[in-house]
């Protein structure tokens, strides 16, 4: 019999996902039942501030309404078993998960167990049963100190955002200092002058020649003057260059000294959460977004053949680099069988990283079993799973792996110009970085970012020694200008925030969301640029708030959020400290101006002038004169170009034109407001309606959010969240949906596999 189970009934088992259910059920086996809470139970109120700031900032929760057929059957479940497992996930908001389901199912705290693990592997799962727990209220009370924090910020400042700047946006206490450091550096770009600067190689050969299998020719740059206190040139102008050139071309080359050392390079250690949502946006162009999404699944499990649902690899929201010793040695023994003894270092591998507030009780995310390599359960997988779960195994491989190791040979070479006045030699330095074993990058190597090159193999030195004559074959100047910060790219933005402690693993994919889909930052060529209305929010928190969205004070406040979890200091008076100067400087912010620009234009209404509004679809002009006056007009250049349309208006026979309103674009009577004739604006798939053979076009529900439908309807009521392909299915002929993994499925014969190419839909109608 399964651990902690008793005879006589069932037990029950309360995980979030369905996929988790899934998986955890196939381990314990029929003693068990297993149910999923989806995610949270209880949440604070949406359409209220729902903390009792009188009270000692009593938090109100309350059961969404589309969660409460979820408590129910839990609350029932648990009423038939005779012990209740809360298996929610091993960090603090899982830990909070599972409070929340005692209090909104009513759970009988006599029978209740907290179990943690993790990784959903048939050992790790029973040894947690075996040693169950209370659920740890110094977590949760952490967690409640976080959402009440974040719930003052967001319904305290959000409003004030509306008043000035315009409806619908927010701003968030580790939100805003995200888009504070997207601003900045955007800033430091803009204002950045760059400087000229020029570099001199020299093209050189041995004078005796080189022997078989030395490279003949080689190149070094120019350093500085040689002698006592060496000093390095700065070569600021062509002028410069060309009088170097001419000196350096009438000089007589010789080596004067040679270094030659081994240099070690150790591998990195498995991913937490920040590193792999790095390397997953430089190698395989993921969002953070997507990349927790997709380690959601490979964690929670998927079908591997007679397997049956595996979890692939460990909990993938974590800051702590340490390994499990069993998972060490299967990888060390992994290694040895694989790759050899050379490949092996003499000791596993412990890894400790420094990340601020890092919850050591966790581990590192890695595979849960080594031996089950990437290739082995590719069919298994789509495309995203498997290049992810690849990622994450050689990760953790090659960071037990051996060494690194290079030959770096650093050759000074002193060019003594010829004539007149004895001027003073100039020293050039040569440098060859070889690869002598290459230990753990025979598997991986760790991504670089923009700017980072490596330079191993780029300068093959031939065999150099001090006194040796040297020929010029060449001189080549190159003029440089000096470069500004780079722009963030989600990779270096996370890690911005790892190194300045701000955000914990669970909210670095939130972040980012929400700052692109708020309109502040967007994504070009890869890199995050504030736009326009990211510089207005930006402005107004900082002149007003400046110590909410400071870096230091941000994460000073994490630190304090890791205490109460630590048992070290009671939550409320952490709020309270918090609380008071938000309100004293809510009270200065209400006085502050509206944001708007001034401009040459005058209202045709009233004379006064106009000027430029935020609104939600954009820019707009309005009458300064509001609300006495409310002329608004549209702002040239603003918005996405709508098509023009051909139509006629089915009520007057006057032409169409294409507007926008906030479920999208549609099609409206060019004599409006005289005729109110207009009809959706149609964008065709491709596809074809599998009941009528009609169109199926692009929706909006009226919350805003994308479907697919018949464009016959009312008369067809065909409609799919999923967006429908134009390709048929190659079994049935049927309609094809995309299933939001990189597949496709049929809803006929339910066939499912890789998606076709096809022309991006898009066409309007």
């Not at 603090?92 to 167990?113: C, M, P």
């Not at 060494?403 to 010829?418: K, R, S, W």
């Not at 959706?680 to 909006?700: F, M, N, S, Y």
């Amino acid at each position: 019999m399964t651990p902690m189970a008793k005879r006589g009934g069932k037990s029950l088992v309360v995980v979030e996902s369905p996929a988790k259910a899934r998986t955890v059920a196939n381990i314990l086996g029929d003693q068990y039942e297993v149910k999923a809470s989806v995610g949270h139970v209880r949440d604070l109120p949406k359409s209220v501030l729902g903390v009792d700031v009188k009270q000692g900032f009593e938090p109100y929760y309350i059961v969404p309404k589309e969660k409460r057929s979820v408590v129910g059957e839990i609350q029932a479940a648990a009423q038939r078993a005779e012990t209740v497992f809360l298996a929610t996930d091993p960090d603090r908001e899982g830990e909070a998960i599972a409070w929340h389901l005692v209090q909104a199912a009513g759970l009988d705290d006599r029978s209740l167990r907290r179990v943690v693990f993790h990784e959903i592997t048939p050992q790790a799962v029973r040894d947690a049963f075996r040693r169950p727990r209370q659920i740890d209220m110094r977590l949760v009370d952490a967690q409640q100190a976080r959402r009440v924090l974040d719930r003052l910020v967001g319904y305290k400042l959000s409003p004030l955002l509306w008043k000035k700047v315009r409806g619908g946006l927010s701003a968030g206490r580790v939100q805003s200092v995200a888009l504070r450091l997207v601003v900045e550096r955007e800033r430091e770009v803009q204002g950045f002058v760059a400087k000229e600067y020029w570099t001199i190689e020299a093209e050189l050969a041995k004078a005796e020649g080189t022997k078989p299998g030395e490279p003949h020719k080689f190149r070094a740059k120019l350093a500085g003057l040689a002698g006592k206190g060496r000093k390095k040139l700065e070569i600021g102008s062509q002028q410069e260059a060309d009088g170097l050139v001419r000196l350096l071309e009438s000089a007589a080359y010789r080596v004067v000294d040679v270094q030659k050392k081994r240099q070690v390079r150790r591998p990195s250690p498995p991913f937490i959460t920040s590193t792999l949502q790095q390397e997953a946006s430089r190698r395989l162009g993921f969002s953070a977004q997507k990349t927790m999404r997709v380690a959601q699944q490979l964690y929670e499990g998927l079908p591997i053949g007679g397997e049956g649902e595996v979890g692939l690899i460990t909990y993938m929201r974590t800051d702590s680099t340490q390994v499990a010793d069993s998972a060490r040695e299967e990888t060390r023994a992994y290694i040895r069988e694989k790759f050899g003894q050379a490949y092996l270092p003499p000791a596993p591998r412990v890894y400790k990283k420094k990340v601020k507030g890092a919850q050591e009780a966790h581990e590192a995310i890695r595979p849960t079993s080594t031996y089950r390599e990437p290739e082995s359960v590719r069919s298994h997988l789509n495309r995203d799973q498997q290049r992810l779960y690849t990622l994450v195994w050689q990760r953790m491989v090659a960071s037990q792996m051996a060494d690194a190791v290079f030959d770096v040979t650093t050759a000074d070479i002193e060019a003594t110009p010829l004539g007149a006045g004895k001027p003073r030699p100039y020293i050039l330095r040569a440098t060859n970085t070889q690869l002598a074993f290459p230990g753990y990058r025979h598997l991986y190597t760790e991504a670089r970012d923009e700017g980072e090159e490596e330079d191993v193999g780029k300068n093959p030195l031939p065999e150099l020694a001090a006194g040796d004559p040297l020929r010029l074959l060449g001189l080549f100047p190159e003029q440089h200008f000096t470069e500004p910060p780079p722009r963030y790219t989600e990779a270096t933005l996370i890690r911005a925030l790892e190194e300045n402690g701000i955000g914990r693993p669970s909210t670095y994919a939130p972040i980012l969301a929400t700052v692109e889909g708020r309109g502040y930052v967007e994504k070009v060529n890869g890199r995050l640029r504030p736009q326009e209305l990211g510089f207005v929010v930006n402005d107004l928190l900082t002149t007003y708030f400046p110590d909410i969205v400071n870096v230091k004070f941000t994460a000073g406040m994490e630190g304090e959020l890791d205490e109460i979890a630590r048992g070290e200091r009671p939550w409320q008076p952490v709020v309270q400290e918090f609380y008071a100067p938000l309100m004293k400087a809510l009270a200065v912010a209400a006085d502050a101006p509206v944001a708007h620009e001034e401009t040459r234009e005058t209202c045709d209404q009233c004379g006064q002038p106009m000027i430029v509004r935020w609104g939600r679809r954009g820019r707009f002009l309005a009458c300064s004169g509001y609300p006495k006056c409310r002329n608004t007009r549209p702002l040239e250049g603003e918005g996405e170009p709508l098509p023009v349309s051909e139509e006629a208006c089915p009520q007057c026979d006057a032409p169409m034109v294409a507007k926008r309103s906030r479920y999208g674009p549609f099609l409206s009577c060019s004599r409006y407001p005289q005729c109110q004739g207009r009809r959706p604006l149609l964008v065709k798939t491709g596809a074809r309606c599998p009941l009528c053979g009609g169109d199926i076009v692009e929706k909006r529900s009226r919350q805003g959010r994308l479907f697919f439908g018949c464009a016959g309807y009312p008369a067809c009521q065909f409609t799919t969240w999923n967006r429908p392909l134009a390709t048929p299915c190659p079994q049935c002929g049927g309609l094809l949906t995309a299933d939001g993994e990189g597949r496709g499925r049929c809803g006929q014969c339910r066939w499912r596999g890789e998606l076709p190419e096809e022309a991006p839909a898009g066409t309007t109608a």
